[in-house]
């Protein structure tokens, strides 16, 4: 009984958190705000280096992570069950697989450790 209440706790914290990082991607791509979302793009000499495809790319990268975000949150309030590999897939799917569901899974492990430092 004590495992079942760890893992509910646990599931409601992750679940806590893909929702804020779902909605902080999605605010920053709504106001297509890309300087959010680069790192160290409040200093304004580490802004001037980024090129315009280096923005652009990191819109990409934020719109198929929170395509991800997405559909995780959205089983999850179904009790549906399903992987975050699959969820990377299927975000890769709805972007015309420019990108592998891994890749994508690789760059939500990047931003996510990056905000635990």
Known sequence: MKRAA???R??????SYRKEHMLYLGKSLAMKDRLSLLLGAKDPEIAATYTDSDKLFVLD????VHDALCIM?????ANKCITWLRCCELSAGMNFNQYTGRTIMKWYLQAASRKTR
Do not use: S
Request: aromatic share 6%; net charge positive; proline share 0%.
């Open 6 to 8: 760890k893992a509910m």
């Open 10 to 15: 646990r599931l409601a914290t992750d679940q």
């Open 61 to 64: 990268k934020a719109r198929h």
């Open 73 to 77: 949150v959205n089983y999850t309030k």
